[in-house]
């Protein structure tokens, strides 16, 4: 007999090697096991976020379908990046802390948009992800700095992956040729560095 509920994804690991709890004067770290990913619930097309802790899950948010992609942890708090149907019925790009939503900002809230990592540090929440663009028939990779969005150069390409170094924040991605082969990117501060 087959399972009503599935895995469907697990899109993301953040490990952390504390055995216990440790306290700071910032507070208690959290520690474990983190893997985010979505679960059917009862058919292909009603999939919700989920985060897992040491094995135990939860689902992310009551706002119904949507799918988590990336989590990030910063001393006791959990950050987890993805998209999710909100109460208008559209699919918006989020950031969840300790399961509260952020929505987190496109040019028009009738593009749907996933955020594809998340990078909590010291000074904020940095994401990066695409938004579709039903006009131009296109994909768009963005940035968002505590949830103000920024474009990144070339709109031919798509954001994977972002990391914060000081004030320099580096996006990883990747673009197809005519052939429709893939190659690597990089954004600095959202300017191409590199792009084979």
Known sequence: MKPTTQFLALFAIAIFAFSCKKS???????????V??????????????????????SQLTNSGWGSAN???IYGADVYVGGFAMLSDSLQHAV???????????????????SVTSVKAVANGVYACGNYYNHNAGQYYPVYWVNGVMKTLEDSTCLAHAI????????????????????????WKNGKIIFKD
């Open 70 to 72: 990336a989590v990030s």
């Open 24 to 34: 700071t004067n910032k507070g208690t770290l959290a520690s474990g096991v983190y």
């Open 163 to 186: 990391y914060v170094s000081g004030n320099d924040v580096y996006v990883g991605g990747q673009y197809s040729n005519m052939l429709m082969m893939d190659y690597p990117v990089i």
């Open 95 to 113: 950031v969840w802390k300790n399961g509260n939503i952020i929505v987190q900002h496109i040019p028009d809230s009738t593009m749907p948009a």
């Open 36 to 57: 985010v990913g979505n679960i059917e619930i009862s058919n292909p097309n009603d999939i919700r976020p989920m985060i897992w802790k040491d094995g135990v899950a």
